[in-house]
Nanobody, 119 residues
Framework: VQLQASGGGLVQAGGSLRLSCVAS??????YAWFLQAPGKEREFVAA????????DYADSVKGRFTIGRSNTDNTLYLRMNSLKPEDTGLYYC???????????????WGQGTQVTVSS
């Protein structure tokens, strides 16, 4: 099982980026994105069920970020609009067997992809 994240980069405040995470080896009940900002603990950003019928967002990104899934190629996406400097950090994709009420424990993690938003 492998999660491979990509799509990070340097963007000006107000700009947009789309992150991708390809999951290989199996499918999962829940996929999620987390952010680890410099000097801070990793925090939840967004989650989607396998079917995409359930989604959850951190308050800080609601209305700006959109999580999506492609079952065709088992890829997770995160469309990030209206980016702010505080969105800067390493973005990790994660997955677990089933959709849960709490965004806490995930068994599988990808490597981070760096997003830097300049002011």
């Amino acid at each position: 099982v492998q999660l491979q994240a990509s799509g990070g980069g340097l963007v000006q405040a107000g700009g947009s980026l789309r992150l991708s995470c390809v999951a290989s080896g199996r499918t999962f009940g829940e996929y999620a994105w987390f952010l680890q900002a410099p000097g801070k603990e990793r925090e939840f950003v967004a989650a989607s069920s396998w079917r995409g019928d359930k989604k959850d967002y951190a308050d800080s990104v609601k209305g700006r970020f959109t999580i999506g899934r492609s079952n065709t190629d088992n890829t997770l996406y995160l469309r990030m609009n209206s980016l702010k400097p505080e969105d800067t950090g390493l973005y990790y994709c994660a997955a677990r067997t089933s959709w849960g009420p709490r965004r806490d424990v995930y068994a599988y993690w990808g490597q981070g992809t760096q997003v830097t938003v300049s002011s």
